[in-house]
């Protein structure tokens, strides 16, 4: 009956073709829309066209007024947009009608969030989240270590691998997130120093960090500390055999590489 009404109404009251005016770029004209997602669909100087909280069902589908059930999933705003327009086009409801559509609540699309990080959980996205701008939500926790592990699962899974400093310090490109996305945020990676040293203890192993650089973030040798007596004790890269100790000369100290696990042992001089 209401769209008997309307297009009685319209046809009563012709109006004067013009040419569409497109909606306004948004954050959200590129998010495509999935199932749970709710939509405001408007149209200009038509209110009983208009329509609010529009939800998508998970068969991708939603409920038009009374005008049937149009696709949704996987399509952006505009694009459901132009299907709202061409339907009431070739319905004769309208000769060129104006047409917006927002996302009201995004619903469908989420990243999950995991490891040493504050708040780990599954973080909804709307299209123009960055790994960093979710990462600044979930928060790193003191263990937190340098590396940044994503996954992607579509179309076919891939792993990317990122520097956090690199990423705080805006020196690496902008990596924007998609739907199913998995991060990883590992603790950060230990080795252990023990000896004649200030600090003695465990300390992050860095991107190609070396014994001088770790005795260093111990605080240097002590004064009791035999310089030329320092010791690494590394476990066996298959985990299979023991652990292996040998020495390190002063003059490498400076190309040595420390594996993490390694225990650094500053032994002390003979008085």
Excluded: W
Aim: glycine share 8%.
């Amino acid at each position: 009956m209401m769209t008997m009404l309307l297009v009685a109404m319209l046809q009563a009251a012709p109006q004067a073709p013009h040419p569409q005016t497109p909606p306004p770029q948004t954050a959200t004209t590129d998010y495509k829309v999935g199932p749970q997602d709710k939509l405001n669909i408007t149209v200009l100087g038509i209110p009983e066209f208009s329509a609010t909280n529009v939800i998508v069902d998970n068969d991708g589908l939603y409920s038009y007024l009374d005008l049937g059930r149009l696709p949704a999933a996987g399509k952006t705003v505009r694009e459901i947009q132009k299907d709202v327009r061409d339907l009431l086009i070739r319905k004769g409801l309208h000769r060129n009608p104006t047409v917006t559509v927002d996302v009201a609540e995004f619903r469908s699309q989420m990243v999950y969030v995991s490891g040493a990080v504050s708040r780990p959980a599954g973080y909804r996205i709307t299209g123009n989240e960055t790994l960093l701008s979710i990462l600044a939500q979930a928060g790193f926790t003191a263990a937190a270590g340098q590396t940044i592990e994503v996954t992607r699962n579509k179309p076919a899974q891939t792993r990317f691998t990122f520097d956090r400093r690199q990423l705080e310090s805006g020196n690496a490109p902008s990596f924007q997130l998609q739907d199913g996305d998995a991060i990883l945020v590992p603790e950060a990676e230990k080795c252990y120093v023990r000896g004649e040293v200030h600090s003695p203890g465990s300390y992050e192993v860095a991107t190609r960090m070396t014994v001088d650089q770790v005795i260093i973030a111990a605080g240097d040798f002590n004064e009791r500390a035999a310089k030329g007596a320092v010791y690494i004790t590394r476990k066996d890269a298959t985990g299979a055999g023991r652990p292996t100790t040998f020495k390190v000369k002063s003059s490498d100290f400076a190309t040595t590489l420390v594996h993490p696990g390694d225990i650094i042992d500053v032994k002390r001089r003979i008085l």
